[in-house]
């Protein structure tokens, strides 16, 4: 069964603390992605990764950065976080077929920065 | 510039309604057009996609979809809606962002629920 899976599901941080928040796949996609969504806003892309140690920013990356070290695995990490970073965050992975090929979202995090 | 429209931040029908969720989209390249569901608190899912071909797009649990290029659109219709429907909905079209990734820009979302 095809699945993406995030840790942790809900998450309290103190302004300045360091966030990971963890993203695994079991397609053996190559492409994974880290979106935030915020009341209004929809989703937003952060970061997209092409494959091991093939990262590029998305469209909002300041203040994140990330890490694939492993085909199936794909962590967001915010050093020192900001309150403005509260949101719910969603990791999806796709297999590059080319702009037809389908998005796969896991259940996302929910990220409070007091 | 490619934005997605969703005019209807909420709707409201009753259980065997039929429904119609309407997207609008402005891209200047090839359309590639998709629609995903969000139950509460949980992540998205994918319903359908258009490509190419048939403009009318059969989904997952009785949706379906039709491109309309002269209007810009890509409406989302299911004939008869159940309770377990209820969700947001969201059209998203899909933007190339270099190498072997594909952006979707999301549309803000449709919210819909259905009464018994």
């Known amino acids: 069964d095809m699945k993406v899976t995030q840790m942790p599901r809900y998450l309290i941080k103190r302004m300045g603390e360091n966030v990971l928040l963890e993203c695994g796949q079991d397609?053996?996609?190559?492409?994974m992605y880290w979106y935030r969504q915020d009341p209004g806003l929809g989703l937003q892309l952060i970061y997209i990764s092409y494959d091991v140690d093939s990262n590029s920013e998305g469209d909002i990356p300041k203040g994140y950065r990330v890490s694939r070290k492993k085909r199936e695995h794909f962590s967001l990490i915010l050093d020192s976080a900001k309150t403005n970073q509260t949101s719910v965050y969603f990791c999806?992975?796709?297999?590059?077929?080319?702009?037809?090929?389908?998005?796969?979202f896991g259940p996302g995090t929910r990220l409070l920065v007091l | 510039t490619q934005t997605v429209s969703q005019s209807d931040a909420h709707v409201t029908v009753f259980e065997g309604d039929s429904v119609e969720l309407r997207c609008n989209y402005s891209?200047?390249?090839?359309?590639?057009l998709s629609w995903y569901i969000q139950h509460h608190g949980r992540g998205l899912q994918f319903l359908l996609k258009y490509y190419s071909g048939n403009p009318v797009v059969q989904g997952v649990n009785g949706f379906e979809a039709e491109f309309s290029k002269s209007d810009s659109s890509f409406h989302l219709r299911k004939a008869s809606v159940h309770w377990s429907d209820s969700a947001v909905y969201f059209c998203?079209?899909?933007?190339?962002?270099?190498?072997?990734?594909?952006?979707?820009?999301f549309g803000t979302g449709t919210l819909l629920s259905v009464k018994p």
């Open positions: 998203a079209v899909t933007s190339n962002y270099g190498g072997s990734g594909n952006k979707l820009i």
């Open positions: 891209y200047g390249g090839s359309i590639y």
């Open positions: 999806a992975s796709s297999s590059p077929l080319g702009p037809q090929d389908t998005q796969y």
């Open positions: 397609m053996s996609h190559e492409t």
